[in-house]
């Protein structure tokens, strides 16, 4: 048996495996035979039809099965040999049969693209440390109570967190009223609203039976230019706002379903909480920082498999979001096109990161998942410890469970070697 391979692009290859007759003709014979014998073909008993005829017949078949079967047996090997970094399956691309002389495989597949990583011991990031103040705590707390409000009419003026509900008509560039373009009992609710927005301007310290006039720009480029500019009339016609009960020890139970006891035990597990939020946020925007400096840095070509494993991905991850399926019409290929540079950098980061580890020498030991099984063990409070690390180690979840230390470790490796600058920050929202 020979090989020769085929550079086809940087990600993609050819593979040429020839055998000499001794090593293909006995099973391709053998083959015939056994499709001669299991033949019932017209004017012949079973078993008896020429093998000429079976080859005529049957031969294409017959010779693709023995084909498989030594590119199956024999790929593998070639490539551990030659130390393919092999992505997905590799396919036969066709094949050159002379009986009694020579076969002839030809194989394509992908492989992981020769890339030299750019050093990295000078990369800089900013990671925000997050001050959790009580001020950030009691609006979290406040969100909590109003699934224990009651919205109530009120008189005065419109507060920032109030809701303003009103008639609105879309007013011409001469101020008149449009025809058909009225909308009654719309509800503005300005605590949502940022405090730039047209609507919050105006409506924010608004009274009922007040009209306030709010000009809008729209930005949509498909918009036309005399159309960018639209104006709108609001008649007040009531305020409400968020009447919350007062945070007792009765309802502090309810809330936390009997965790907490107190107002201050609430308020305290409900900073951990938050603490904990913004603590996890900040190592996400840190990697989302690293990753993108790593991407700009090191430019090159992911296989094609590849990025269709992140696109199912995020596919299955957007099905998911809506109940498990796509409404009827729903145009995939199209969603595919807009998540594909998405996937293409999902994809070259995992590059990326294989290449750190291996260059560094970066490995998960038996060790590492063991401890990792007793730890969450511990967390979730289960008692039988090794029936986690059984499941830790079995053949189903242990690709997964290396995945995610190997993704850690190369993490830890990166913080530990490149320059990480602390900055404090406020919350701008929590939990």
């Known amino acids: 048996m020979e090989s020769k391979f085929k550079q086809l692009s940087d990600t993609e290859q050819e593979l040429e495996i020839s055998f000499s007759p001794d090593e293909f003709q006995p099973e391709l014979d053998k083959q015939y035979k056994l499709a001669q014998a299991k033949a019932h073909l017209k004017g012949f008993r079973k078993g008896k039809a020429p093998l000429q005829m079976i080859k005529k017949m049957l031969g294409r078949d017959i010779q693709y099965q023995v084909v498989e079967e030594l590119a199956g047996k024999?790929?593998?090997?070639?490539?551990?040999?030659?130390?393919?970094?092999?992505?997905?399956?590799?396919?036969?691309?066709?094949?050159?049969?002379?009986?009694?002389?020579?076969?002839?495989?030809?194989?394509i597949y992908e492989v992981h693209p020769a890339f030299e990583l750019k050093p990295f011991n000078e990369y800089e990031f900013k990671k925000a440390e997050y001050q959790v103040s009580d001020e950030t705590v009691e609006k979290e707390l406040k969100k909590l109570l109003q699934s224990k409000g009651n919205m109530v009419a009120v008189e005065g003026a419109?507060?920032?967190?109030?809701?303003?509900?009103?008639?609105?008509?879309?007013?011409?560039?001469?101020?008149?009223?449009?025809?058909?373009?009225?909308?009654e009992n719309q509800s503005f609710r300005l605590e949502y609203m940022k405090d730039d927005s047209p609507f919050f301007t105006a409506l924010n310290g608004v009274n009922k039976g007040e009209e306030r006039r709010v000009e809008v720009e729209v930005k949509e480029e498909d918009v036309p230019e005399e159309n960018k500019k639209q104006t709108?009339?609001?008649?007040?016609?009531?305020?409400?706002?968020?009447?919350?009960?007062?945070l007792t020890d009765e309802l502090v139970k309810e809330l936390s379903r009997g965790k907490n006891e107190t107002v201050q035990d609430f308020r305290d597990e409900l900073r951990k909480q938050i603490e904990a939020y913004f603590t996890n946020k900040s190592e996400e925007d840190l990697m989302e920082s690293v990753a993108q400096k790593f991407l700009e840095e090191?430019?090159?070509t992911a296989p094609?498999?590849?990025?269709?494993?992140?696109?199912?991905m995020l596919l299955d991850n957007a099905k998911r979001q809506?109940?498990?399926?796509?409404?009827?019409?729903?145009?995939e290929t199209y969603y595919r096109a807009e998540i594909r540079p998405n996937a293409e950098k999902h994809a070259r980061w995992m590059l990326i990161r294989n290449k750190i580890a291996e260059l560094n020498g970066i490995e998960v030991s038996d060790d590492d998942i063991k401890a990792l099984a007793e730890k969450e063990a511990k967390l979730t409070g289960a008692e039988a410890t090794e029936e986690f690390v059984n499941t830790y180690f079995s053949e189903q979840y242990k690709p997964y469970v290396i995945d995610?230390?190997?993704?850690?470790?190369?993490?830890e490796f990166i913080k530990a070697n490149t320059k990480i600058e602390v900055e404090s920050k406020l919350p701008e929202a929590a939990v």
């Open 298 to 300: 090191n430019v090159f």
């Open 232 to 246: 709108f009339l609001i008649s007040v016609k009531e305020i409400k706002r968020m009447e919350l009960p007062e």
């Open 304 to 312: 094609s498999s590849l990025i269709k494993m992140y696109e199912d």
């Open 74 to 107: 024999n790929f593998e090997s070639v490539a551990k040999e030659n130390d393919l970094k092999l992505v997905g399956q590799a396919k036969i691309r066709h094949y050159e049969l002379a009986e009694n002389e020579k076969l002839s495989i030809y194989l």
């Open 322 to 331: 809506i109940g498990g399926a796509f409404p009827p019409g729903f145009d």
């Open 404 to 411: 995610t230390l190997l993704r850690d470790k190369i993490y």
């Open 158 to 183: 419109a507060a920032p967190t109030d809701i303003v509900i009103g008639d609105v008509q879309k007013l011409d560039a001469d101020g008149t009223a449009i025809v058909g373009e009225r909308q």
